[in-house]
């Protein structure tokens, strides 16, 4: 015996510090890897920035910006002035005509560049940007949502492993009593000796088949379940996982009341503030469609520089010549672009999506507390139902035992022994998958609640 402890130590030891050995969570450490490693969450983290960069944009058009051109080209070389023959006199003073003969090609350099700073949009910029910050209220509530949702895939899988597995065992204990009555039936009938017969042994076979039909059931819910568990936890399939409880246990009955629960849910769901933002976003975006008809004023500073080397400048003031020129001024302008019926339609639109998010919005007032009052009763029938069934399960189980035991005193019939595993067997089903679904409907409540992390 000591030899046999010895090794097991050794093997216990040796596990510990194997690179392969099995991780252990319980429940709230198996919410903390999920919160961290669920790709949901990080995906709609990432809308979030995108949403702060809507609004990084939006507020962008309120800065200094810069619009230019430049390019460089060939034009027609020229020499000389506007005159023919470069000079004008009281004799000859004509214009020249040479525009389009060819006298040799010249580069041309051209720039041209505003520097601008709006000034004044009639509120465009300042409702785009109310509701481009209401659209990241939004997204961070995708967040909040999924986080829950991922908090319930996590006790559905924990809870159902925990579930599987103690079906698994109850079958498993099953099945060896069984084994041991019909071991017992074989050698009396064998010895010719106690008030079996024939029809015994098969009826307790039969019974053994079943157990073992709903046994794999339970192995192959037990596997699905826990391969669960490690996808929504992210430590992947190929990892062996553990959990901490060594059964499955109902959870305590919550203390809130139905009133406090539904305060609370209209007051943190995440749905509620993302209705408020929505309904301010829809708003701001109202206001900048009917602001769109109205100009824009701005303030600057414009300029334009074309230079072209193999022609003669002019420098007449009267006379522009795109190919040699230069200006630079303070500028102060109104930008104007206005459609009636097309700014028309997009108020209407934005009215009408304002309108239909008002009508959810009064729908979600109920609907929420609605929810709740369903979860809550939901856990206070299962919460008693699972009381009944454990006391139906502990009876069952003496049952069996006493009517095992009986029966291999001789004083009970085979029959007497199916039956009475058969309700305990049902008894303590029934107990497991009422303790799942009431464990459930409590982790749903706290989600409908707002309560989740």
């Keep these: ?44 983290e990432y809308l979030v920035d995108a949403a702060q960069g809507l609004l990084q944009e939006v507020e962008g058009h309120g800065g200094w910006f810069v619009e230019s051109n430049a390019f460089v080209g060939l034009t027609n070389q020229v020499d000389g002035n506007i005159y023919e023959g470069g000079t004008c006199t009281a004799a000859k003073c004509e214009l020249r005509d040479d525009k389009y003969e060819f ?8 720039a041209k560049m505003a520097l601008i700073k709006p000034l004044y949009s009639f509120g465009k910029l300042e409702n785009y940007s109310e509701a481009a910050r209401a659209n990241i209220d939004i997204k961070g509530g995708d967040v909040r949502l999924q986080r829950a949702a991922t908090v319930l895939d996590v006790k559905r899988a924990y809870y159902g492993y925990l ?3 103690d079906g698994r065992h109850l ?21 010719g000796e106690g008030e079996v017969k024939q029809s ?3 009826a307790l076979q039969s ?13 192959t819910l037990e596997k699905i379940a826990l ?5 929504v936890t992210g430590i992947g399939l190929e990892q062996d996982l553990e959990v901490a409880d060594r059964r499955l246990r109902p959870l305590p009955e919550p203390e809130f009341s139905l009133s406090e629960l539904k305060q609370q849910a209209l007051q943190q769901r995440p749905e509620m503030e993302q209705l408020e933002a929505g309904l301010k976003a829809r708003r701001s975006l109202v206001a900048a469609n009917k602001s769109e008809s109205k100009p824009n004023i701005y303030a600057g500073l414009g300029g334009v520089l074309s230079y072209s080397p193999g022609r003669d400048r002019l420098d007449s003031p009267y006379i522009s010549d795109p190919f040699n020129e230069g200006a630079l001024t303070p500028v102060l302008g109104v930008q104007w672009s206005w459609s009636k019926g097309v700014q028309s339609g997009k108020t209407v639109t934005a009215q009408a999506e304002l309108d239909a998010l008002i009508a959810k919005s009064s729908f979600a007032r109920q609907g929420i507390p609605f929810q709740v009052a369903e979860q809550f009763y939901q856990v206070q029938g299962h919460y008693e139902a699972v009381q009944k069934l454990e006391l139906a399960g ?14 291999e005193a001789g004083l009970e019939k085979a029959e007497k022994i199916m039956t009475a595993m058969q309700a305990y067997v049902l008894a303590m089903t029934d107990y497991v998958q009422t303790t799942f679904e009431y464990n459930m409907h409590v982790a749903r409540l706290e989600n409908v609640a707002g309560m989740s992390k």
Excluded: C
């Design 394 to 407: 502990r009876t069952a189980r003496r049952w069996m035992i006493a009517s095992y035991t009986d029966f």
């Design 200 to 202: 015994d042994l098969y």
């Design 227 to 231: 391969d669960g568990l490690k996808v």
């Design 207 to 219: 019974g053994q088949a079943l157990v073992g039909k709903y046994h794999a059931q339970s192995a």
């Design 1 to 44: 015996m000591r030899k046999l402890f010895a090794l097991t130590s050794l093997i216990s030891s040796l596990s510990l510090i194997s690179p392969l050995s099995a991780e252990t969570f319980d429940l709230e450490q198996a919410i903390e890897r999920a919160l961290h490693s669920d790709p949901r969450i990080e995906e709609r």
């Design 171 to 191: 079958l498993e204990d099953v099945d060896k009593r069984l084994q041991s009555a019909i071991d017992l039936i074989e050698g009396w009938l064998e010895e």
């Design 103 to 110: 006298n040799g090609l010249s580069p041309w350099f051209y």
């Design 163 to 165: 579930a599987a597995r």
